[in-house]
């Protein structure tokens, strides 16, 4: 088939599409439930029900599964939501009078997917600018999973993710947020003193029962420190994983393990009692949260105004 031919046959694929399906497609997509579904568009949940149907006629797949009260999107749905939640957002651009932005007047919802290491810096100051600038703006957080990290910006789910820099890909924008280093703590009883050697870092202490404590939301519980470690041959005992960083201070004050975290996370740790901060036989690498947004919303007004304000919140950390 020759490019006119190709170009013919798209056209007449494109003009067989009802936007309205692609509209209700979306709202499935974020809301997971036919009823909200039907609320969002201003529709009767019968008319949600058939574009529904219209919708799994059109790519040949279920879309959407029955899962406990809500609805599952299948494999295909996720792989169409992002292209498809894009679109609609540049044809809503395009039939919108430009306007100087002011983000007083925006009334939206935005989502951010974080780990609680930023949650005693980052998040409290983000929340005061937002009650300040943007009062209609409101805020939902969720724990980031960082390997599902591109599905759910690609998806919408989420609009803006803070984490350490993973794999980065064509369709995500990223950017450091500061740079920090990395401190350990340890009990005030713990025998561990400064200068400490690598080996015995790796060790944790001379005692059988010692190791490291590590914070992995989704329980992996390896970082740059074991592949500092690995590189030299040493391997370290992770004795325990904690999804979130909250309860290191007790766990360190009331035991002989010891942990390894970023000098600003470590500051914003309560309380400190009975811990003591030592520097870590590492190399002086530097550890830096990464802000990761998708490419599709990267000139959207608020999108822009929104990263603006938390570049500003960083650099004055």
Same mark, same amino acid.
């Given at each position: 088939?020759?490019?006119?031919?190709?170009? @013919?046959?798209?056209?007449? &694929?494109?003009?067989?599409?009802?936007?309205?399906?692609?509209?209700?497609?979306?709202? =499935?997509?974020?809301?997971? &439930?036919?009823?909200?579904?039907?609320?969002? #568009?201003?529709?009767?949940?019968?008319?949600?029900?058939?574009?529904? *149907?219209?919708?799994?006629?059109?790519?040949? /797949?279920? =879309?959407?599964?029955?899962?406990?009260?809500?609805?599952?999107?299948?494999?295909?749905?996720?792989?169409?939501?992002?292209?498809?939640?894009?679109?609609?957002?540049?044809?809503?651009?395009?039939?919108? !009078?430009?306007?100087?932005?002011?983000?007083?007047?925006?009334?939206?919802?935005?989502? %951010?997917?974080?780990?609680?290491?930023?949650?005693?810096? !980052?998040?409290?100051?983000?929340?005061?600018?937002?009650?300040?600038?943007?009062?209609?703006?409101?805020?939902?957080?969720?724990? *980031? /999973?960082?390997?599902?990290?591109?599905?759910?910006?690609?998806?919408?789910?989420?609009?803006?993710?803070?984490?350490?820099?993973?794999?980065?890909?064509? +369709?995500?924008?990223?950017?450091?947020?500061? #740079?920090?280093? =990395?401190?350990?703590?340890?009990? &005030? @009883? #713990?025998?561990?003193? +400064?200068? !400490?050697?690598? +080996?015995?870092?790796?060790?944790?202490?001379?005692?059988?029962?010692?190791?490291?404590?590590?914070?992995?939301?989704?329980?992996?519980?390896?970082?740059?420190? /074991?592949?500092?470690?690995?590189?030299?041959? =040493?391997?370290?005992?992770?004795?325990?994983?904690?999804?979130?960083?909250?309860?290191?201070?007790?766990?360190?004050?009331?035991?002989?393990?010891?942990?390894?975290?970023? #000098?600003?996370?470590?500051?914003?740790?309560?309380?400190?009692? &009975?811990?003591?901060?030592?520097?870590?036989?590492?190399?002086?690498?530097?550890?830096?949260?990464?802000?990761?947004?998708?490419?599709? %919303?990267?000139?959207?007004?608020?999108?822009?105004? !929104?990263?603006?304000? %938390?570049? /500003?919140?960083?650099?004055?950390?």
């Amino acid at each position: 088939m020759d490019v006119i031919a190709q170009r @013919n046959l798209a056209e007449r &694929n494109l003009r067989s599409v009802d936007l309205n399906l692609l509209v209700v497609f979306d709202a =499935l997509m974020a809301e997971r &439930n036919v009823t909200r579904a039907a609320e969002r #568009n201003g529709l009767s949940q019968p008319a949600v029900s058939k574009a529904l *149907n219209r919708l799994r006629f059109l790519f040949d /797949d279920p =879309l959407f599964v029955r899962r406990d009260r809500g609805m599952e999107p299948t494999a295909r749905a996720r792989e169409l939501a992002g292209p498809i939640h894009g679109a609609l957002a540049d044809i809503s651009r395009t039939l919108t !009078l430009p306007a100087a932005f002011e983000p007083s007047t925006v009334k939206a919802t935005i989502k %951010i997917a974080t780990i609680d290491l930023y949650h005693t810096k !980052l998040l409290p100051s983000l929340v005061q600018h937002l009650r300040q600038h943007a009062p209609y703006v409101d805020l939902q957080v969720r724990a *980031n /999973d960082c390997s599902h990290l591109h599905e759910q910006l690609a998806a919408g789910e989420i609009d803006i993710a803070f984490a350490p820099l993973g794999t980065k890909t064509a +369709e995500l924008c990223a950017e450091p947020l500061w #740079n920090d280093r =990395l401190v350990t703590l340890v009990g &005030n @009883n #713990n025998p561990l003193r +400064e200068p !400490l050697t690598i +080996e015995t870092y790796a060790a944790a202490a001379h005692l059988v029962d010692a190791g490291h404590v590590q914070v992995s939301p989704d329980g992996v519980g390896t970082s740059i420190v /074991d592949a500092i470690l690995t590189a030299r041959g =040493l391997r370290r005992r992770i004795a325990l994983v904690l999804p979130n960083a909250a309860g290191i201070p007790f766990v360190v004050a009331a035991t002989d393990l010891i942990a390894t975290l970023p #000098n600003r996370i470590v500051k914003g740790l309560l309380p400190m009692a &009975n811990v003591r901060i030592l520097t870590p036989p590492l190399p002086d690498v530097q550890v830096s949260p990464h802000m990761f947004w998708h490419r599709r %919303i990267h000139a959207d007004p608020l999108q822009v105004w !929104l990263r603006a304000a %938390i570049r /500003d919140i960083a650099a004055g950390m």
